[in-house]
């Protein structure tokens, strides 16, 4: 037998960045972890909302405005969490934007496409290989890429979403691969249908109708929901973990009908 690390269930002490925090999973994800006793990294696009974010966690969060479509942010921000707490130890790319286009929509589909794979793949990496240094010093050093179940089917008029949701599954795997060895671990989540910012706009009589026929419990899900599979995955007990795409949809790919 091997030596073995501590199966600690605990987060407390540890360091997470959370992208896409100021609403809806990354919110959830944010303010669990803090309630959990982790220091947190709150970070998105409005900085007035990261910080409101921020005051809900508590003392040991802080903001942090980021484009993660910007490279040159990317580095500069998580070199600067890096800074201020001493360590990371956890990384949740949760970063996401509304990417539903016709394909003969000409320049407007091409600047979605391009906005779609920048903020939800190339940053997942991005977001990586920038924190990597100080994840390796980390004696549990997790991952965790929110993708969605529209990476596992599809919905008519969504191919950028599609896309970019698929290559993080494809991602996390080859990360898992190339990480492994260094135990560190990468997962990727895949929510179904939950109540957020991004399906604020379908009305709620259609909700009912689609959670009804398309999932096994009949309902749309919460963000506290996605947040706590989250925490599940970046415990230090969550070691023998990794490469792992995990649907948290309320069983929408378990049904054939």
């Known amino acids: 037998m091997t030596d073995t690390p501590d199966r600690s269930r605990s987060i407390a002490g540890r360091v997470a960045i959370v992208t896409g925090a100021a609403s809806g999973m990354g919110r959830a994800t ?3 972890f803090a309630a959990e006793g982790a220091k947190v990294a709150v970070t998105d696009l409005d900085l007035a909302a990261c910080e409101e974010v921020a005051r809900e966690c508590g003392t040991d969060a802080r903001a942090f405005a980021l484009d993660v479509g910007d490279r040159g942010a990317v580095a500069r921000t998580v ?66 890429n929110i993708a969605s179940t529209e990476g596992l089917g599809a919905t008519p008029g969504d191919t950028p979403y599609v896309a970019a949701k698929t ?18 671990t990468v997962n990727c989540i895949c929510p179904g249908p939950i109540s957020t910012a991004m399906t604020q ?20 899900g919460e963000p506290e929901e996605v947040a706590h599979m989250t925490l599940s995955l970046v415990l230090p007990a969550a070691s023998y973990i990794t490469g792992a795409v995990i649907p948290v949809d309320g069983g929408l790919m378990a049904r054939n009908a």
């Open 201 to 220: 706009a379908v009305p709620d009589e259609h909700k009912v109708i689609f959670a009804k026929r398309r999932t096994a419990l009949k309902r749309y």
């Open 30 to 32: 944010a303010r669990l």
């Open 167 to 184: 290559g993080v599954t494809g991602l996390t795997r080859g990360l898992a691969v190339d990480l492994g060895p260094e135990g560190i």
């Open 79 to 144: 070199a600067r969490i890096a800074e201020d707490f001493g360590r990371i130890d956890i990384l949740v790319n949760n970063a996401g934007v509304s990417s539903f286009c016709p394909l003969d929509d000409g320049d407007a589909y091409e600047e979605i496409w391009h906005r779609a794979i920048a903020v939800m793949l190339t940053a997942h990496q991005r977001m990586v290989r920038a924190a990597l240094p100080h994840l390796r010093q980390s004696d549990a050093a997790r991952v965790v």
